[in-house]
């Protein structure tokens, strides 16, 4: 069974602060996602990192994918109110036969006060 | 629409009834995903379709759980005798092929809650 253990579990600053929020698993993972979820709502998707060492950037967020693809992190840049919410992330198996299957993370509540 | 659309969106059901919830794909998406979050944590996998062939139940909790999507649009996940552990949000999420570095898109879900 593969686990994703993301920290920190809550987190609440103040608007115009950087937070990181990690997400970190003992195997190795074929492309990792991550998923901004508002409350009564689905998960939407964020980005989608797939090589090794990668790091993309969505305005104030930078994701990164570690060189093993073992773990991932994202970066917000002067939060804002807006970017409250339920972060979280999805590995894929990196086997072949089930690479279809997203194992996500409990996720990092996060709330940024005006 | 041109999103997912799941219902009904509210379920309350007292224990050892049965419960039947839809799913609507975005049109043309071969694969769609059930899921289970509890409260406070991130969604579990329970099944996943491409198009009507169910390929993976290995999530799905006990036998009381039953998915079917006989024509590879609408889905229907039902919970047979529910127990008040069934309580849960269940999202169900579509995308256009079968692998995970495809973006799926999830519906609202259907918050169930048994009594």
């Known amino acids: 069974t593969q686990l994703l253990e993301q920290s920190p579990q809550f987190l609440s600053i103040q608007e115009g602060e950087n937070l990181t929020v990690y997400c970190n698993s003992s195997?190795?993972?074929?492309?990792l996602q991550w998923y901004r979820q508002e409350p009564g709502e689905g998960p939407v998707l964020l980005v989608t990192v797939v090589t090794g060492g990668e790091v993309k950037k969505l305005k104030r967020l930078t994701f990164q994918f570690g060189d093993a693809r073992k773990d991932s992190s994202l970066h917000i840049t002067a939060a804002q109110p807006g970017d409250t919410g339920l972060y979280l992330c999805?590995?894929?198996?990196?086997?072949?036969?089930?690479?279809?299957?997203?194992?996500f993370g409990k996720g990092t509540l996060l709330t940024v006060n005006p | 629409g041109a999103g997912v659309s799941q219902s009904p969106r509210y379920k309350v059901a007292k224990r050892g009834q049965d419960v039947a919830l839809r799913c609507d794909p975005i049109s043309g998406h071969v694969s769609l995903f059930w899921y289970q979050q509890a409260l406070g944590q991130g969604p579990e996998f329970l099944t996943y379709f491409q198009n009507e062939a169910q390929l993976d139940k290995s999530g799905l909790p006990s036998d009381r759980f039953f998915a079917e999507r006989p024509e590879g649009s609408v889905s229907t996940l039902k919970i047979q005798r529910t127990q008040q552990e069934d309580s849960a949000v269940y999202l169900c999420?579509?995308?256009?092929?079968?692998?995970?570095?495809?973006?799926?898109?999830f519906g609202d879900g259907t918050r169930l809650s048994i009594l």
């Open positions: 999420a579509s995308s256009l092929l079968g692998a995970a570095v495809q973006p799926q898109h």
């Open positions: 999805a590995g894929a198996a990196e086997s072949g036969g089930s690479n279809y299957k997203l194992t």
């Open positions: 195997s190795v993972f074929s492309s």
